[in-house]
C-alpha cells in the first residue's frame, strides 16, 4: 500500500514568490493534515480537513497561506507571498478518520525562502 | 493550554546499552498519547500510543511507554539500543480524545556510539 505522497520534496525560493506544496493521502484516508516543522521543532498543525470540509484552520495564517482538497482526495497547500520565516519542513499526514486511528506521515516538503 | 515537554534536547547512549526518553504532558483529563520517531530527512513514523487500559505498552522496533498518570509522564523506553536507533523522537498528545490535533514536544535527537 502506497503511503502518503508529498512533492516537491524540497523546494527553494526567493523571498515575496509563491509555493504551492500538493498531497496524495493514503487511497481511504478521509482525514488530511497539513502540519509545519520549524527546525528543531516539533510539527504544529496549519489544517485539517475531514473529506474536502476544512474543520480545523484555526492556526493557518490566513493572510498569505490558502489551502484546498477538492473533491476530498488530494490537497495543495499554498504560501503567497513566502516570506524567510516561511522556510520549514511541511508534512502532510491522513488516517481513516475515526478516533483512535494512525496518523500516517508523508515525507515532508522541504521549503526554503532566501 | 495543552503542551508536551520533553527534557532532553539530545541524548548520546552506547549501543546495546538502555535507554529512556522523557515525556510530560499538561492536561486535564486523560489524553491520548504518542511517540513518534523521525529519521534524517523522513516523515514521521509512530512507535506507539496510549488510549486507555493497561499503563505500560508495546511498540514497534523494540520500544515500550509507561503511562503515569501521577507523575503526567509517558515515557519511552528500550532495553538495548541499536545503531539504526540514531534519530529524533517526538512525544505527542491529543486532547480531548480525539486524534484532530496532535500537540507535540521539541523532539530529543538520539546519537548512538558504536
Sequence with gaps: EAGVVQSPRYKIIEKKQPVAFWCNPISGHNT????????????????????????????????????????????????QPAELGDSAVYLCASSPGQSGNTIYFGEGSWLTVV | AQSVTQPDIHITVSEGASLELRCNYSYGATPYLFWYVQSPGQGLQL????????????????????????????????PSVHWSDAAEYFCAVAPGGSQGNLIFGKGTKLSVKP
Excluded at chain 1, 502540519?35 to 498569505?64: C, F, H, M, T, W
Excluded at chain 2, 514497534?60 to 519511552?76: H, P, V
Design chain 2, 47 to 78: 512507535l506507539l500510543k496510549y488510549f486507555s487500559g493497561d499503563t505500560l505498552v508495546q511498540g514497534i522496533k523494540g520500544f515500550e511507554a509507561e503511562f503515569k498518570r501521577s507523575q503526567s509522564s509517558f515515557n519511552l523506553r528500550k
Design chain 1, 32 to 79: 488530511l493534515y497539513w502540519y509545519r516543522q520549524n527546525l528543531g521543532q516539533g510539527p504544529e498543525l496549519l489544517i485539517r480537513y475531514e473529506n474536502e470540509e476544512a474543520v480545523d484552520d484555526s492556526q493557518l495564517p490566513k493572510d498569505r497561506f490558502s489551502a484546498e482538497r477538492l473533491k476530498g482526495v488530494d490537497s495543495t497547500l499554498k504560501i
